[in-house]
């Protein structure tokens, strides 16, 4: 079992930095990979990106390759996903979310988590 507490989010402008957290409970935090998703208003979820339960190998979304960049601290049990150069089409909540080890190819699936952290609300504006 796994919980998941994402923090960070706020309102910033476009060009700016921001970097969401996400702590996560249990003694198994290295076992588990570990992703963001986001849901801008009136859209359906959207992967952003992941990363293996032992670290080193990531994903991402085609929208933010070269802006975001997600790393993990096992002994913190914490996620983070540092943001730059934000632009308003990253407006959103942003969730973080875990899975025990799954395929690479589904990493970016959202129905492969079992665990989903409440979001965390990101506004960039222009």
């Known amino acids: 079992q796994v919980q998941l507490q994402a923090s960070g989010g706020g309102l910033v402008q476009a060009g700016d930095s921001l970097r969401l957290s996400c702590a996560a409970s249990?003694?198994?935090?290295?076992?588990?990979?570990m992703a963001w998703f986001r849901q801008a208003p009136g859209k359906e979820r959207e992967f952003v990106a992941a990363?293996?339960?032992?670290?080193?190998?990531?994903r991402y979304s085609d929208s933010v390759k070269g802006r975001f960049t997600i790393s993990r601290d096992n002994a913190e049990n914490m996620v983070y996903l540092q943001m730059n150069s934000l632009k308003p089409d990253d407006t959103a909540v942003y969730y973080c979310?875990?899975?025990?080890?799954?395929?690479?190819?589904?990493?970016?699936?959202?129905?492969?988590?079992?665990?989903w952290g409440q979001g965390t609300l990101v506004t960039v504006s222009s």
């Open positions: 979310a875990a899975t025990p080890r799954v395929a690479l190819s589904a990493l970016a699936v959202d129905s492969s988590y079992d665990y």
């Open positions: 249990g003694r198994t935090f290295r076992d588990y990979d």
């Open positions: 990363m293996r339960y032992r670290g080193g190998t990531t």
